[in-house]
T-cell receptor, first 113, second 113 residues
Framework: KAGVTQTPRYLIKTRGQQVTLSCSPI?????VSWYQQTPGQGLQFLFE???????NKGNFPGRFSGRQFSNSRSEMNVSTLELGDSALYLC????????????FGPGTRLLVL | GENVEQHPSTLSVQEGDSAVIKCTYS??????FPWYKQELGKRPQLIID?????GEKKDQRIAVTLNKTAKHFSLHITETQPEDSAVYFC????????????FGTGTSLTVIP
């Protein structure tokens, strides 16, 4: 099976702009979780989508949002970008939403100038 | 919410020696504990996991132990090799609440040939 894919792999934006990142899970996987990875904070959970519904949400401001489509592909959106949003954004997919093995994508590296 | 602490943040060992990384968690409801290895510029990859009904699990040179009473779990790598050099992350989740994983801040392991 093909692994988790993310697009784009790299992005450069300026403060105030908005950005949309995409994640395609492993075929058959219905859960997609998003994480922000920074050198100082490690991996921090953003949200999880399962069967097109947000199941869990981490402690991030409302500028961070997401959605999931019927084919399980997921997008996350960050509005009004801030310098501190510069990070590697990783998505991970699982077959179900019962705390089992997550498979990570390669990530999207976002740089906000 | 859950808080996962990981120590040490950096670890250097001689090739052939053992390496131990320790994590503590705060929420006694957590019942699934995966470990991920992330090589430079690559995605995190699951190397071993343990569920709360098991005290120890081993896979070749890698083992994980769990002490539910003390709320800590450890990763043990024996006979280390240069290719073990990477950043290792521990995580914890409560399976019944979905795929919301709380990660430690990572341990950068260097194996010196």
């Amino acid at each position: 099976k093909a692994g988790v894919t993310q697009t784009p792999r790299y992005l450069i934006k300026t403060r105030g702009q908005q950005v949309t990142l995409s994640c395609s899970p492993i075929s058959g996987h219905r859960s997609v979780s998003w994480y922000q990875q920074t050198p100082g904070q490690g991996l921090q959970f953003l949200f999880e989508y399962f069967s097109e519904t947000q199941r869990n949400k981490g402690n991030f401001p409302g500028r961070f949002s997401g959605r999931q489509f019927s084919n399980s592909r997921s997008e996350m959106n960050v509005s009004t970008l801030e310098l501190g949003d510069s990070a590697l954004y990783l998505c991970a997919s699982s077959q179900t939403s019962s705390g089992e093995t997550q498979y990570f994508g390669p990530g999207t590296r976002l740089l906000v100038l | 919410g859950e808080n996962v602490e990981q120590h040490p943040s950096t670890l250097s060992v001689q090739e052939g020696d053992s390496a131990v990384i320790k994590c503590t968690y705060s929420d006694s409801a957590s019942n699934y504990f995966p470990w991920y290895k992330q090589e430079l510029g690559k995605r995190p990859q699951l190397i071993i996991d343990i569920r709360s009904n098991v005290g120890e699990k081993k896979d070749q040179r890698i083992a994980v132990t769990l002490n539910k009473t003390a709320k800590h779990f450890s990763l043990h790598i024996t006979e280390t090799q240069p290719e073990d050099s990477a950043v290792y992350f521990c995580a914890a989740s409560i399976r019944s609440t979905g795929n919301q994983f709380y990660f430690g801040t990572g341990t950068s392991l260097t194996v010196i040939p």
